[in-house]
């Protein structure tokens, strides 16, 4: 299968213009659909559509799940309630339910009305749960066969289900009160003898994912199990769907787009706006919390302004001070939020891994510490200013260690977002304490000397 070319882009563009459609056909055959859904991307709205009707209904079908969000719900808007009818019966549920929720509630009530009473129902069921949670990533096709059932009986079942249910590299077995009991491999069915029953070779230890747990946790299982898919259960453990592993990616994606987004100080709503003033709207309050609390910083400068009067020497070295603190708190802060994405963030963690940043940033401490002292030494050759700003970025760098490594996992102890404490608010919690810490070790040092 071909790769994407820079110059396809232009290419796919002069052929929609010029109308020269087989050409166009040529040209976007060979591609794999995330690469046509590249092509489209970087196309005005109106050829996006031409290409799409281009592809036929079940490439169509593939290429809009490749979309990002906000360039698939205007592409659907342009297609006919019949268009984007045939599409979504070409995915499979769970993709169907995102293109569904993401279009204006007058057309999703059209287009649910055109729809099979099945997929219709398939489709409410997924609605129902929250987009983050298992029950929300979850397509409800699956293969499942009852434990009485002979290894036979679930070869005829797959072979029923090949054209609706995607990769199905798992059987899973329930037992009368549709409960998930075991689970069979496809190889089990290719190397065990027909007439077996499924419940004698069946793998019994399941990796199953309750319905509502949330998405982070269900990429954590994800990542510790080395699944493939995994079975989704409800509350009386009867199965009722399935997750694969190219949902997990995209909510590893979406997740750390969100994170990133939030350290930056922004939004992941920003991915994807092409409006300037939108994506000024999503920054600006983030920066206006950052700037108060530099006039903040600002002010306590002023409270020890007759200290660096006295001694002007002391201001040189408040940026050195506080952006080291403030770059060890940042790291000691993403290594927190990657835990917290992984799960691992019980409080016997917790605690040991606040008490390693504080190991690790005393050390460092140490280290940079030797180093500004050697350079204020040979510079001013003063014994006693070096020791001071040795142990001011010594305090600093702890206490925004400290800070950096206990604020997202407490706020993730209260159920808030850790991914929003280090942006802004780490920082300005570690310029304003840096400061405060280094002033006023600096006027304890002038009023004894």
Request: net charge negative; glycine share 6%; proline share 3%.
């Amino acid at each position: 299968m071909e790769r994407i070319r820079p110059e396809d882009i232009d290419r796919a563009r002069a052929l929609i213009d010029a109308g020269d459609y087989a050409a166009l056909d040529a040209l976007l055959e060979p591609l794999h659909s995330a690469d046509v859904a590249d092509i489209l991307g970087e196309l005005e709205i109106d050829q996006q559509r031409v290409c799409l009707k281009r592809l036929g209904t079940e490439r169509a079908a593939e290429v809009l799940t490749e979309l990002d969000s906000k360039s698939g719900q205007a592409l659907l808007q342009l297609l006919s309630d019949r268009e984007v009818v045939d599409l979504i019966e070409e995915l499979p549920s769970d993709d169907a339910a995102d293109l569904i929720s993401n279009l204006p509630a007058a057309k999703t009530e059209r287009i649910e009305a055109l729809l099979p009473s099945e997929d219709r129902d398939d489709i409410h069921e997924l609605l129902e749960f929250g987009p983050e949670t298992a029950g929300g990533l979850m397509q409800v096709e699956h293969v499942w066969v009852h434990e009485d059932a002979t290894i036979q009986d679930a070869i005829d079942f797959v072979r029923r289900m090949a054209e609706e249910v995607e990769n199905p590299q798992r059987v899973y077995v329930v037992n009368a009160n549709e409960q998930l009991v075991g689970v069979l491999s496809i190889m089990d069915l290719v190397l065990k003898a027909p007439d077996i029953r499924v419940r004698d070779v069946m793998e019994r230890n399941v990796v199953s994912v309750p319905v509502d747990m949330d998405q982070e946790q269900v990429a954590a299982l994800f990542s510790r199990y080395d699944e493939f898919s995994m079975p989704v259960v409800d509350a009386e453990q009867r199965l009722v769907g399935r997750i694969t592993v190219d949902d997990i990616i995209d909510v590893m994606e979406e997740e750390a787009t969100e994170d990133i987004s939030h350290i930056a100080g922004t939004s992941d709503e920003e991915f994807g706006e092409t409006s300037f003033v939108r994506v000024s709207g999503i920054r600006l309050p983030w920066l206006i919390m950052g700037f108060v609390g530099e006039m903040v910083g600002a002010f306590v400068m002023s409270r020890y302004q007759a200290s660096i009067a006295t001694f002007v020497v002391l201001a040189f070295f408040i940026p050195l001070i506080v952006a080291t603190a403030g770059n060890h708190g940042m790291q000691a802060a993403i290594v927190a939020v990657r835990e917290i994405a992984l799960g691992q963030a019980s409080l016997v963690h917790v605690g040991r891994r606040i008490l390693k940043e504080m190991q690790v940033a005393f050390l460092n401490s140490v280290v940079l510490g030797l180093l500004l002292f050697s350079f204020v030494y040979l510079w001013r050759h003063d014994t006693a200013l070096g020791v001071l700003l040795w142990g001011s970025l010594t305090l600093t760098i702890l206490v925004a260690s400290l800070i950096g490594a206990a604020v997202p996992l407490l706020l993730h102890r209260w159920r808030v977002d850790p991914a929003v404490a280090t942006g802004p608010f780490i920082t300005v919690s570690n310029d304003v304490i840096g400061m405060a810490i280094y002033l006023t070790l600096a006027t304890a040092y002038l009023k004894s000397h």
